[in-house]
C-alpha cells in the first residue's frame, strides 16, 4: 500500500490542524493505521493508532482529548485531527499501516508501510 500524507503546516498554539493521509493501492480496510511523529534529533513516537474497522483508537497520552484519529474506509483515508495545539507538538508526523494486530501497535517497526510525512510547527 502507498500512503501520501497532506495538512500539516505553521499554527499557533491552541490553534487545529487536520492531517489526512491518502491510500492505494491495496484494500484500505485490510490495514490498521497509525499516526507517529518525529521532532529533530528525536526518535519517532506514537501519536495515534486506529484499528480496521475504525471502532477502536489508541493515543499517546500526551494527545488524549485534543487529538482524534478517524478513518473513512470508502475514501481510503485516515485522519488526525489536532486541537489545542502546543509547541510540544512541533515535529513531522507519518502515517503508516500495518495488517498485524493490537501487539506493537505503538511501536515504529511493527509497521510496513509508511508515508513520506508532513511537517507541523506550532509557534509560541
Known amino acids: 500500500v502507498q500512503l501520501q500524507a497532506s495538512g500539516g503546516g505553521l499554527v499557533q498554539t491552541g490553534g487545529s490542524l487536520r492531517l489526512s493521509c491518502a491510500a492505494s493501492g491495496r484494500t484500505f480496510s485490510n490495514y490498521n493505521m497509525g499516526w507517529f511523529r518525529q521532532a529533530p534529533g528525536e526518535d519517532r513516537e506514537f501519536v495515534a493508532a486506529?484499528?480496521?474497522?475504525?471502532?477502536?483508537?489508541y493515543y499517546k497520552d500526551s494527545v488524549k482529548g485534543r487529538f482524534t484519529i478517524s478513518r473513512d474506509n470508502a475514501k481510503n483515508t485516515v485522519y488526525l485531527q489536532m486541537n489545542a495545539l502546543k509547541p510540544e507538538d512541533t515535529a513531522v508526523y507519518f502515517c503508516?499501516?500495518?495488517?498485524?494486530?493490537?501487539?506493537?501497535?505503538?511501536?515504529?517497526?511493527?509497521?510496513?508501510?509508511w508515508g513520506q510525512g508532513t511537517q507541523v510547527t506550532v509557534s509560541s
Open positions: 503508516a499501516a500495518r495488517t498485524r494486530g493490537v501487539p506493537g501497535i505503538r511501536v515504529p517497526s511493527e509497521y510496513g508501510y
Open positions: 486506529i484499528m480496521k474497522s475504525g471502532s477502536i483508537t
